[in-house]
């Protein structure tokens, strides 16, 4: 009887990580489907602001905000951003205004020139570095005309119904 | 039989290895990628002549060639090559006894550089070839060769022959790496004396330090007239002012009143980097003047050089959504600093009728005569910093009204000094111009 206890106790631990596993959809996070970010509430207004802006039909949140040079930093910084994020959910330590941080910048904007690069190409040559983020002047791109704001297509002259 | 299967596999593999190993290293090998344009031609260093350098940049050299038709109208401003004089009739009285008051046009697109400066009635046989050095790319090649005093000393006319292409590439542009650098040798030596190296500045810096080449206010040095940017106090109106006063710099006498006067002339990069909202926000001449254009699938900066009015949707439309909202705020911005130009004129004009009658008087103070002119210059040259400048106090409105507020606080002050110096009240007249040129009726 008591060797069982050992196995008894290691077998209902996997079955209970297998539980939590399913029931909390953890899988989903190793994928690329913008709900899944949107499922902490914080993420709305950056969600729902992007599904109504140009983006929407070309690239999920990971297609920009995640690096893509290989598969191995794009799920280091998959692990990294999102255990970052679990945590400041967790502490409520995230701010009002959720900002890109500078960081992400310029994975964002390296992701930008990734999909556009025959486009930029020539504005990107140059002796001097090119110093400035594509969304410094092409502000509503990604995330529309209201940007991360939290009250999103409520104006009805600018959105008609 | 089974011995040659083994032999053929282990070739197979050797084979397999030494090819996989020879593409490996080929990759290697191989020089790192890097984004650049193929040159057609190899420009050399300073090249003048812009239709060499836009074989290399055809997008950019087509755009700049459109500046030479490009004589729009806006509002205020544009390039139509409009009389201020005819405009307001009050710059003629301002300018009176300078070569301003005899012909004084708005200026055209950047190709036509040469062409107007050898048309315009300001010049004359005593100019130095000074008046040549914002208008030809052969100027970075003569200041290199014969430096830039030497080049100021000769007079316009000698100077004629040598300078044969209006504003071109080698202005902006080192040849070969197509870095923006200055030019200008009095640019540098004003960057300098504040201690401030252009080499290090960032492209983004560049894209607006570039226009400082030439779009920044001047005066010229001693019998030599030597080009010089009065910075080395900075490059605040105040600044700039206490350091021509120190020199007390003089660019003509105004006739009837004995006043010192200075000129100031287009301010615009001094204007624009006074902590302007746009310029706070990373915003670079370039952004506005010279939007990012399409063509086909390339994206170039447009070298037609030009108005943002002209073209908002592309230079406005960029970071601002709503144009029209934009284009309704600079209209109001524009008419409240056209206004307090004008105040500041009618002011100023009033304090010239003081200053004339006082000068005219017998026992007059001396001493508090001499303060009034002193005043006048100042505030003459505080609205001239604004009324000289392009965009009509857009580039920085706050600091445009501020100026212009200064300005018309001076030219009363003076007015009621020279009052003061005479002892005669009735130099307190105002609205001087108005009464000799009243508005006409309208008619019903």
Known sequence: MKNLLLPAGIFLLIAALGVFVWATDAPAYLGHDPATCNNCHVMDAAYENWYHAAHARYATCSDCHLPHQNPVSYYLYKGYSGMRDVVSFTTRTYPVAIRATAQTDGIIQANCIRCHNDTVESILVGAQPFDRHCWDCHRSVAHGDRGLSLAPYQDVEVYPR | ?444
């Open chain 2, 1 to 444: 039989m089974k011995r040659y299967t083994t032999i053929i596999l282990v070739g197979i593999i050797f084979v397999l290895a030494a090819l996989l190993s020879g593409v490996l290293l080929f990759l290697r090998n191989q020089p790192p990628q890097a984004r650049t344009i193929q040159p057609v031609v190899t420009v050399q260093a300073l090249e003048p002549n812009s239709a060499l350098w836009g074989l290399n940049y055809p997008n950019e050299y087509s755009s700049f060639l459109q500046t030479a038709g490009n004589h729009t109208a806006t509002t205020y401003g544009g390039s139509s090559q409009r009389s201020y004089l005819l405009e307001d009739p009050r710059l003629a009285i301002l300018y009176a006894g300078s070569a301003y008051a005899k012909d004084f046009n708005q200026a055209r697109g950047h190709a036509n550089s040469l062409i107007d400066v050898r048309a315009t009635a300001r010049v004359d046989a005593t100019t130095h070839a000074t008046c040549y050095s914002c208008k030809s790319s052969d100027n970075p090649a003569l200041w290199t060769q014969m430096g830039m005093p030497a080049f100021d000393a000769l007079s316009f006319s000698a100077m004629s022959s040598k300078v044969n292409t209006p504003i071109g590439c080698a202005n902006c542009h080192e040849a070969g790496t197509m870095r923006l650098i200055i030019t200008n040798p009095a640019v540098d030596a004003a960057l300098k004396a504040q201690g401030i190296d252009w080499r290090n500045a960032s492209r983004q810096e560049m894209r607006s330090l570039v226009c400082a080449n030439c779009h920044v206010t001047y005066f010229f040095a001693g019998a030599g007239k030597l080009l010089t940017i009065p910075w080395a106090d900075g490059t605040r109106v105040e600044d700039i002012l206490q350091y021509e006063n120190t020199l007390g710099v003089s660019d003509w006498t105004y006739p009837g009143t004995g006043t010192q006067m200075i000129k100031a002339r287009h301010p615009d990069y001094e204007l624009f980097t006074a902590d302007s909202t746009h310029f706070k926000a990373g915003v670079a001449c370039a952004d506005c003047h010279m939007p990012y254009v399409r063509d086909g699938a390339m994206k170039y900066s447009s070298h037609d050089v030009m108005s943002p009015l002209l073209d908002p949707y592309q230079s406005c439309g960029q970071c601002h959504t709503n144009v029209d909202d934009v284009l309704g705020r600079v209209g109001i911005i524009q008419n409240e600093v056209y206004n307090a130009k004008i105040a500041a004129e009618d002011a100023l004009i009033d304090t010239i009728t003081a200053l004339k009658g006082a000068t005219a008087r017998s026992g007059v103070d001396v001493a508090q005569l001499n303060q009034a002119r002193q005043l006048d210059r100042n505030a003459q040259f505080m609205w001239d910093y604004v009324s000289a400048a392009n965009s009509t106090g857009f580039h920085n409105p706050d600091e445009a009204l501020r100026i212009l507020r200064n300005a018309t606080d001076l030219a009363r002050q003076a007015q009621m000094k020279a009052a003061q110096a005479a002892g005669d009240p009735s130099l307190l007249t105002t609205g001087v111009y108005e009464s000799q040129n009243p508005p006409p009726t309208p008619t019903p």
